[in-house]
């Protein structure tokens, strides 16, 4: 049962951010600290990613665990409006796998940053994270990766 009336729920939801949430405002502070350059929010390109490195062929997504389905600490299924939530989270993932699959036929390669490897108790130091994504874009091999606390 939710605790808050329609309106102050509609309050809470107009509030969360899809992009220039704190996990993408670190991972671009220091990335652009490391030297590195990059677009933001492309909208020629399937999905619109964070994060563009058009020099290195590759992008990275910051993926927040609640609504991308991640498993790990961070993510936990409501337990009202079960359903809903499930259907809805099941698509997110679903795009996510049509998005990426569209950059990588583009010619992109597509790093996986979770909320969790930068948040909570099981993050990772941010010097760690920006180390792996460094090596993603030095890497020309490497492809469709995943940063995560798992």
Known sequence: MDNLTSEQ????MSRIRGRDTKPELQLRKGLHALGYRFRLHVH??????????PRYSAVIQVNGCFWHGHDCHLFKMPTSRHEFWAAKIAANKERDKRTNLALSNEGWRVLTVWE???KGVKRQ??????DCCGRF????????????SL
């Open 9 to 12: 729920r509609s309050l809470n």
């Open 44 to 53: 020629n390109l399937p999905g619109r990613p964070d994060l563009v490195f």
């Open 116 to 118: 969790c490897s930068l």
């Open 125 to 130: 130091p941010l010097s760690e994270v920006l």
């Open 137 to 148: 874009l030095r890497d020309d091999a490497v492809d469709a990766a995943v940063i995560s």
